[in-house]
């Protein structure tokens, strides 16, 4: 008998199945027709999308990246002038551009911040600004140091463009005409090198002083101001309009306050995308090729080719144009690409970069030097295009909100980690392979690291339509939860919303989904390993799910850290490891009331509750808490998580290694707390204890959620009790 | 014993250096449980800094100071910022970071914008102001310790005590997670406390740097860290006040020795003495805190999936092996002496690391001394390679390195961790300072005389004996005997790891009361692990000094065990072929291609904190990746080959180059 009732929950019922098979399957993906960006036949013309949507946009951020782009190329330029003026070598001078180079990404990643939580015009218009009125005032510099001290702060003004800009563009235009839109901007960078250096070097042999070159930068204060006259777009509203559209549904819902989601969360989330995890492990690969390919080319025809200054910044100034050949190529693939097959840009990212290195190292081995020169104009027209593909869909996986902080990490990542390594690894090849072949040796390398880069692009192409899919998930997740607050239903003090969990690659939780209403007393029941734990983990920020969203009171607290989700008034016990053996009673409860150190009054009465309520510790406060008992350190645990009074308490484990006495005691003031409005949710071994608190219960199994009632309803399921509890507890209820 | 009062003022004056020092050990001990390596160095760069601003700006001393403060802080926060992702890692790999973070800084005193361009100007000071006690005068860098080292202490010691960031530093350093839960911010903090810590650093540089020549970007000596470690011990490393007052005490100690004994080999020999009795006093205070650091952990950093299972990936790996060795043996033929000598060099040096790989792998105990150990065999074969066969002369060497590495080990039994990294880096500051200096003694007493040290402490020349009836005399024969001897050991440590040495040893160091309840002899086990650990040293140090023939008390600096623990960590910390690859890694790379800079940086403190941070199962990590994927490639291969239509005699062609990428 008892087998039977076992083989038969050996085969779940299929409607679990189902959603069990669903969610475990990696190729869940939207439908294509509610991908942004994507459609039948033509985009629309650029002409028609910067009519509707202003010309004002575009047209100013490329003049606001353009005027910076100009001074820095002006600047080296002028590289023998400054070290004549400041009598300095050329060592001195290439420490001043490289603190210059590295001032511009240490701003980059604080306005990208800034940017996505506040208005990106602004930021874009204030580091302008700034950049404006420091950049001319390094003309006046006395001496090397005001020199470079005032070029680290105005290469803010470097730190937006390819951040924060293509962050306004995403959302200022339609997801149809996105590539066109970045190719547009980009545009600025080739300008720079050509036009904006003709302007300064003709201003400076005008002058013939270099200083009236840098007057240059004041071109960009009537740009700055202009841009803070334009309209700031929500972040993701293209993407939004397009998903509700055609997924029928109506536009309009309200919308819940976006959560201030910190630096290292956001950078967490977005390595957790994985489209985005491989083009970001390529650029920093690539990065590599971008910093050592310049550094040892020079290297390369001095040694190789005995080439002298002038002659090396001839043949750059001709592989430097390809740059132009490139871009029309991003213009008129990227969009039209993207809108038949998402991945496709990333694929042709691959390919560009495979085949730069491809006729990059073909290049070094050339017996003529205007072959080199051929194949490095061919590979660098080739490389060319690679930025815009990854823009454009780095833009469309990355949430909105965190949309210019992904851009930055696309610098940090190419500049840090590859041209560091790169610097360094190549150097040393050099080095080894001797002076004349040194050079070549070391570029070599770069052939086989752009092939590993354009695998990982080709491998990060295949998981862009699953990463869109998620985006769609969250647009349309906000819009229920908009839905349901415009219905003005009660506001749920937990939801959980198709969650998935990783440690590492081993899943352990997979499309989680529950709803706590508020003041409601719920047991999370299920084996060792169910993901019980995790799943209050996640809740209580202590770690962050792969998938899916946590709403704490209806606010968004996925990606929330532990010491901000505490002031959203949750708190979390985790049994038997809550207090600091090392400190005393007293310095264990301080801590409780840490969150509210700023309010004295509040402190106090908190502890003097926690004193009422357990009097056994009032008389152990100079006692170190290692020393406490097991129940007495429960006790306390219990204490300092109450004196925050939380409206939303998660307890793992209660029960853990007490004696029931203890239990009963804890239990009684869990139940007193809930019975005062506090939501409790209770992970417990104990169907017994769980029946006799909760009326509703969870039950998880790997990582499923395989009951959602009322508690009673849990005792029908035998098929889930049986094989977890072996039947007693299940018997000695029944 | 006469104690003039300058002598004591003096004491107190280097005490105070200390005492910063030791408070800075202390805030970061009790905010991350680090040992920092590079509390000493984190100000350096803004001492010089300080100098750079004073004579090459011209800058105003006070807006100098300032701006050199600032920078330390900005270097302590970026450290945390560095190392932050360790902080849930092993200690020891923590430790070997901070290690590589002092070599990165030592770096930066070099950069263009923080190097004076005179080293050899007087260290600025703000007013001057001296007096004299007798003949004896102190100058106004000594008065100014005298007056803002205590200040500076008070400082720290109220932040910490009335500001609520001492109680989360604390809080933790105990429970990371709960302290969270309760909305303390775990990361700020912790980046509170480094920023304060560089501050620290500063004011100790600051202050300790009038009066000395030129030494300023000196990386800090292991005696000074030492001594500063005692302190920081003294105050079971949370407290500050009890750590600062020891630091006085050590300096007042240290002064008036100086003074009355005239040998520095007694002054370290006191001060050894006190390291350990500062141990045996002082452990019940220490091993009050939370034991998790000292186990938990240990191998979270490598996330190796092992493959050893299927016998193809056992033939790859020995197959792996064999033609490394047969590579190695064929070289000393076709390269020249000097490369023959770096062979036997490295192989040395790999069995050193298999020494500490047996301590700190898989018995979990940290020991900054094991080239104390290595100068115990030097000793013997300095004192009897020319009488015994070397054949004897090995094993004796290495039975008697085996009893004084359990003595130095004794307080393992009683301590744990890092406190153990600490009574061995004495140990081996005692040896090369006070043994091997000294070439005879009297022995108190009896008085007779004893000859225990080194010869001629500055160049001791031994011959190089025979093998067997071999002549190791050349370098090529020396080569082959090294080898001989990594193989012997490499075999040796292999047998003690599948007879379940290893497996004994391992489960104490990862529950020692589980393993216990179990049946193990806890202290014997841990005896066990220290005797085989200095055997090993032991007859390596016999091979060393005969492959080095001359040698000097330098030979032995304390750093080389700093050395050792690199290239353990780096090779990955409890495997057998990470100890070799890191031997081939921190001695051979730099030997190879030493003269350029590049290579230097690599094998040194970035090149460490990269793998560190970046690679944490270390060298013998990729390898294994490496066979594993060799193992694929051959079974795919063989898949083919057994699948129609035959083509089995080319592809038996393709299978060699294979097998032989294993050892390239």
């Not at chain 1, 029908?716 to 007693?728: E, I, K, N, T």
């Not at chain 2, 002092?102 to 005193?109: D, E, N």
């Not at chain 2, 141990?279 to 240990?298: K, M």
């Not at chain 2, 082959?480 to 040796?492: D, E, G, P, Q, R």
Request: hydrophobic content about 50%; overall charge positive; proline content about 5%.
């Amino acid at each position: 008998m008892a087998d039977q009732v076992l083989f038969d929950f050996a085969v779940p019922d299929e409607l679990l199945e189902e959603v069990v098979a669903k969610s475990r399957d990696p190729d869940v993906i939207a439908d294509i027709g509610v991908m942004p960006g994507t459609g039948e036949g033509k985009p629309p013309s650029l002409v028609g999308i910067l009519r509707s949507n202003g010309f004002a946009p575009l047209v100013l951020l490329t003049a606001a990246a353009l005027v910076p782009g100009s001074f820095q190329n002006g600047i080296a330029l002028i590289g023998t002038n400054l070290e004549h003026s400041f009598h300095i070598h050329d060592a001195a001078l290439g420490a001043v551009t490289f603190v210059a180079s590295v001032s511009q990404l240490l701003w980059a990643v604080p306005l990208a911040v800034w940017a996505d939580r506040g208005s990106r015009k602004v930021v874009a218009g204030v580091a302008l600004l700034i950049f404006s009125v420091f950049a001319p005032l390094m003309g006046l510099a006395p001496n090397v140091w005001a020199f470079t001290f005032i070029y680290l702060v105005a290469s803010i003004g470097y730190g937006v463009n390819n951040t924060v800009h293509n962050s306004y563009l995403a959302d200022a235009y339609p997801t149809e005409g996105r590539g066109r839109v970045f190719s547009w901007h980009n545009l600025s960078d080739p300008l720079s090198q050509t036009v904006g250096i003709l302007i300064f070097g003709y201003i400076v042999t005008v002058a013939h002083n270099w200083r009236w070159g840098t007057f240059v930068a004041l071109a960009g204060i009537p740009i700055a101001l202009a841009l803070f006259t334009l309209r700031e777009p929500d972040k993701g509203q293209n993407e939004q309009s397009h998903i509700l559209k055609a997924s029928g549904m109506d536009l309009h819902s309200q919308q819940a306050e976006a959560p201030r989601v910190l630096l290292g969360s956001a950078v967490t989330r977005l390595l957790r995308i994985r489209s985005i995890y491989y083009e970001l492990v390529a650029v920093a690969i690539l990065g590599f090729a971008g910093v050592g390919a310049p550094l040892f080319g020079n290297l390369y025809f001095v040694r190789r080719w005995g080439l002298d200054t002038a002659q090396r910044s001839e043949v750059y100034s001709i592989i430097g144009l390809a740059a132009f050949l490139g871009l029309p190529v991003a213009y008129v693939v990227g969009d039209r690409y993207f809108r038949r097959a998402p991945e496709r840009p990333l694929v042709i990212a691959g390919f560009c970069i495979t085949a730069y290195g491809g006729l990059f190292v073909a290049s070094l081995y050339m017996p003529q030097l205007w072959m080199v020169v051929t194949l490095q104009f061919l590979a660098n027209a080739a490389v060319s295009p690679l930025a815009i593909c990854i823009f454009l869909t780095l833009a469309a996986t990355a949430p909105p909100e965190m949309r210019t902080i992904c851009f930055a990490m696309f610098g940090v990542y190419s500049l840090v980690f590859g041209a560091f390594a790169g610097g360094v690894i190549l150097g040393a090849v050099s080095d080894a392979a001797g002076y004349l072949h040194g050079p070549t040796v070391a570029l070599t390398l770069i052939g086989p690291v752009c092939l590993v880069g354009g695998i990982l692009l080709f491998i990060g192409s295949r998981y862009v339509k699953r990463d869109i899919t998620l985006v769609i998930e969250d647009v349309l997740e906000r819009h229920a939860e908009g839905k349901r607050r415009q219905a003005g239903r009660a506001v749920p003090a937990l939801q959980v919303h198709n969650l998935d969990f990783f440690y590492g690659s081993n899943q352990v939780l997979f499309d989680v989904n529950l709803e706590v209403g508020q003041g409601e007393m719920v047991a999370l029941l299920g084996t060792n390993g169910a993901g019980k734990s995790t799943l209050l983990r996640a809740v209580s920020g202590l770690d962050h799910p792969h998938r899916g969203v946590i709403r704490i009171f209806g606010i968004n607290c996925t990606y929330l850290e532990p010491e901000q989700i505490i002031d959203q008034e949750v708190a979390l016990l985790v049994g038997g490891k809550m207090t600091f053996p090392g400190l005393t009673v007293r310095d264990n409860l301080r801590i409780g009331g840490y969150s509210m150190r700023r309010q004295g009054t509040r402190v106090r009465s908190a502890l003097d509750e926690a004193m009422d309520r357990f009097p056994e510790l009032s008389t152990r406060l100079d006692q170190s808490a290692g020393t406490l008992s097991g129940g007495e350190q429960q006790m306390l645990a219990l204490a300092r998580v109450m004196m925050t009074a939380p409206k939303l308490l998660l307890i793992d484990e209660l029960a853990l290694g007490l004696a029931p006495k203890a239990v009963d005691r804890l239990m009684g003031i869990v139940r007193e707390v809930n019975g005062q409005g506090t939501t409790v949710v209770l992970v417990e071994q104990s169907v017994n204890r769980a029946m006799s608190l909760a009326e509703h219960a969870f039950f998880l199994e790997r990582g499923e959620v395989r009951f959602d009632g009322p508690t009673s309803g849990l005792l029908q399921r035998d098929d889930l009790l049986r094989p977890v509890f072996l039947g007693s507890a299940v018997t000695g209820l029944g | 014993m006469s104690v003039p009062s300058f002598v004591l003022v003096n004491g107190v004056i280097t005490g105070l250096s200390y005492g910063l020092l030791a408070l800075g050990l202390v805030l970061i001990y009790r905010t991350n449980r680090v040992l920092n390596f590079a509390q000493g160095q984190l100000g350096v760069v803004a001492a010089v800094f300080l100098v750079k601003c004073y004579y090459d700006f011209g800058f105003n001393y006070w807006f100098a100071l300032v701006l050199a403060l600032a920078l330390a802080a900005v270097i302590g926060a970026l450290s945390e910022l560095l190392l932050r992702r360790l902080f849930d890692r092993p200690r020891m790999l923590v430790m070997v970071a901070t290690i590589g973070l002092s070599q990165v800084l030592f770096v930066f005193t070099a950069l263009p914008f923080i190097r004076p361009k005179s080293l050899f100007r007087p260290f600025p000071v703000p007013v001057d102001v001296s007096f004299h006690i007798g003949t004896y005068l102190f100058a106004s860098g000594q008065v100014i310790t005298l007056v803002v080292a205590p200040l500076v202490a008070i400082g720290l010691a109220a932040f910490v005590k009335w500001s609520p960031w001492g109680l989360a530093m604390r809080a933790m350093a105990q429970n990371s997670d709960s302290a969270r839960l309760s909305g303390v911010w775990v990361r700020r903090t912790s980046t509170v406390a480094w920023t304060l810590a560089g501050v620290l650093s500063a004011f100790t540089a600051i202050l300790a740097s009038p009066g000395q020549t030129s030494s300023l970007t000196e990386v800090l000596s292991p005696e000074l860290l030492l001594l500063a470690l005692t302190a920081a011990m003294v105050g079971a490393m949370v407290n500050l006040t009890v750590a600062f007052v020891a630091a006085i005490g050590i300096g007042v100690v240290q002064a008036i020795l100086v003074w009355n004994l005239n040998s520095t080999a007694q002054v370290d020999l006191v001060l050894f003495a006190m390291v350990l009795a500062v141990l045996l006093v002082r452990i019940a205070a220490l091993r009050t805190g939370p034991r998790g650091e000292e186990r938990s952990g240990w191998m979270e950093g490598s996330h190796r999936q092992l493959r050893t299972d299927s016998p193809l990936r056992r033939r790859v790996g020995a197959s792996g092996v064999v033609v490394a060795v047969v590579v190695v043996a064929l070289l000393p033929l076709v390269v020249s002496t000097g490369r023959s000598f770096l062979i036997s060099q490295i192989c040395i040096y790999a069995v050193v690391a298999l020494s500490l790989t047996v301590l700190t792998g898989w018995a979990g105990q940290v020991s900054l001394g094991q080239f104390g150990l290595v100068a115990c065999g030097a000793l013997m074969a300095a004192h009897l390679g020319a009488s015994i066969p070397l054949v004897l002369l090995m094993p004796f060497a290495g039975a008697v390195t085996a009893v004084i590495a359990v003595i130095v080990g004794l307080p393992a039994l009683r301590v744990r961790g890092l406190y153990l990294a600490v009574s061995t880096l004495a140990f081996s500051v005692w040896f090369m300072g006070a043994v091997l200096a000294t070439p005879c003694w009297n022995l108190p007493l009896v008085n007779r005389r004893l000859c225990t040290g080194l010869p001629n402490p500055q160049s001791t020349l031994i011959n190089r004996p025979t093998f067997l009836g071999i002549g190791l005399g050349s370098e090529r024969s020396f080569a082959w005997f090294s080898l001989a001897v990594l193989v012997a050991s490499v075999l040796m440590v292999r047998l003690w790891r599948d007879r379940g040495v290893a497996r004994r040893l391992i489960s104490v160091r990862d529950n020692e009361v589980g393993a216990g309840a179990m049946g193990i002899p806890l202290a014997r086990s841990k005896v066990l692990a220290f005797a085989l650990s200095g055997f090993m040293a032991g007859y390596a140090g016999v091979c060393l000094a005969f492959a080095t023939e001359r040698f000097s008390t330098a030979t032995f600096d304390p750093t080389f065990s700093i050395l050792v623990v690199s290239m353990v960590v780096i090779g990955g910390l409890d495997s057998i072929a990470g100890a070799v690859l890191g031997a081939l890694y921190l001695v051979g790379l730099p030997a190879l291609f030493g003269t350029t800079a590049t290579i230097q940086f690599l094998t040194s403190g970035l090149g460490l904190l990269a793998f560190i941070l970046y690679l944490p199962g270390g060298l013998a990590e990729l390898l294994h990746r490496f066979g594993d994927l060799v193992t694929l490639g051959v079974e795919q291969l063989g898949r083919r080959r057994d699948a129609p239509p035959p083509m089995s005699g080319r592809l038996d062609a393709g299978l060699d180059p294979v097998a032989g990428e294993v050892a390239g």
